[in-house]
């Protein structure tokens, strides 16, 4: 007899826009510039026939990632993207039927896997001018609750959480016995983790990403952080040589490459801070928090309508939002160094005009 599962079969989910390659792509969060070229060619000078041939060996990069941030390789899971760790964490702690609590707007993912295994997504909604009160996430935290997952920051919207209110998260968590997981996905671009918060607590975990700041979303590699015996569960679901033979040499020589994470985010908060004083003294309202993303609220232009013009006319795509707070229908975009924030805002005042012939 036949099987399908119903669950696969209902699930709604977003095609990208696969034709990326000639485009200015400020639409993923993704570093429109990468990794310099002279640094790529060094890499990849080192890859031979034979180490494209075998199978990943982790050991080496694992061993360099936990001297790196100061952890044991024993509290480090190594997966295909975090994403791939996220979705093995709500298999591994979560139940069928199992309540799942985060906030919305938030990476789609999370809900998505939450359908796909069978769970129950709870979202919060943020106050009509963007804000995340504790108290909204406090009282959802029920003992029924088997997972929170927060983004800090959260993408979209760019806030993150101070140590006193995931404090309070942690405390009503460990009371009902909640396992909670951190993305931190866009930690590097506002400097503060709760790694230390997952290696002294059970039942707590991080993901992070190679895809944003440090330029590797073309090889796919994420990692887990937790107490060893939390890791090991998860490693239990992970299929065998799960991570990029390629991925992982890169992303070794990048933290080992005195200079160069210093650099790229010295390069990308000078390109959000010169966009974000561009917007406004052009008249722009802008929502800018944490995160390499902003809201633009248009001027004259709907926002899809300028998603479709920056498309067209100018080669360039940003992603629009609607009911984004008191600011309406607005433009997401990914920031970047100031080079590519030019070129954008060049075509962002040429497109969001009056058009008097059509008046």
């Known amino acids: 007899m036949y099987f399908v599962n119903e669950s696969a079969v209902n699930l709604e989910r977003i095609v990208y826009q696969n034709n990326r390659k000639d485009y200015l792509r400020l639409d993923l969060n993704e570093n429109p510039g990468g990794l310099p070229e002279e640094f790529i060619s060094d890499v990849l000078s080192e890859i031979t026939p034979g180490f494209i041939s075998q199978y990943p060996e982790t050991y080496d990069f694992t061993e360099a990632l936990a001297k790196f941030l100061n952890v044991t390789s024993n509290n480090i899971c190594l997966v295909n993207g975090s994403s791939e760790g996220i979705r093995h964490i709500i298999e591994a702690f979560t139940s069928i039927n199992g309540r799942i609590v985060g906030v919305s707007p938030s990476y789609a993912m999370y809900e998505v896997y939450a359908k796909m295994y069978d769970r129950n997504f709870v979202p919060i909604k943020y106050t009509d001018d963007l804000q995340m009160p504790v108290e909204r996430i406090i009282e959802q935290l029920t003992p029924d609750t088997q997972l929170l997952i927060l983004l800090n920051p959260n993408n979209p919207i760019g806030n993150a959480y101070t140590e006193d209110e995931f404090e309070q998260i942690l405390k009503r968590s460990i009371e009902n016995e909640i396992t909670i997981l951190i993305d931190e996905a866009y930690m590097y671009f506002y400097n503060n983790t709760f790694i230390d918060t997952a290696l002294k607590n059970a039942h707590v975990f991080v993901t992070r990403t190679f895809s944003k700041l440090f330029s590797l979303g073309g090889l796919r590699l994420g990692y887990i952080v937790g107490q060893e015996k939390d890791v090991k569960v998860i490693q239990n679901l992970c299929t065998p040589h799960n991570t990029n033979a390629v991925a992982m040499l890169f992303a070794q020589r990048i933290i080992e490459k005195e200079g160069l994470l210093d650099s790229i985010i010295s390069k990308q908060l000078d390109g959000k801070e010169y966009l974000i004083a561009d917007l406004r003294a052009n008249g722009y309202e802008v929502n800018a928090q944490e995160g390499n993303f902003i809201f633009i609220k248009p001027q004259y232009k709907d926002a899809d309508e300028l998603v479709v013009l920056l498309r067209e006319k100018e080669r360039i795509l940003v992603k ?40």
């Open 320 to 359: 629009a939002y609607d009911k984004v707070g008191c600011l309406g229908k607005c433009l997401r975009v990914t920031t970047g160094e100031r080079k590519y924030m030019d070129q954008f805002l060049t075509a962002l005042y040429s497109l969001d005009k009056v058009n008097f012939f059509s008046m």
